[in-house]
């Protein structure tokens, strides 16, 4: 099981979305990761960053 917490803004005067996200997890497994796009563009890229269990995460993947 992993635990999640976080807050989730949408800047309706720019269309930008942020999340910061924490969790938890069975093991040890724990992290925080910021989550930002553009909620205006179609197929919009969103950019992942933050730390999983000490190590540095720098990502891009398709926003939800």
């Known amino acids: 099981d ?7 803004s ?6 930008i979305i942020t999340a910061h996200v924490t969790f938890n997890g069975a093991g040890g ?6 989550i930002c796009w553009n ?3 179609v197929n919009a890229i ?4 933050g730390r999983i269990n000490g190590a540095t995460l720098n990502a891009k ?3 939800p």
């Open 29 to 34: 497994t724990s992290g925080v990761l910021n």
């Open 39 to 41: 909620d205006a563009h």
């Open 10 to 15: 949408w800047d309706q005067a720019t269309s």
């Open 2 to 8: 992993v635990a999640v917490s976080g807050t989730v």
């Open 61 to 63: 993947r398709i926003a």
């Open 46 to 49: 969103a950019s992942v960053t």
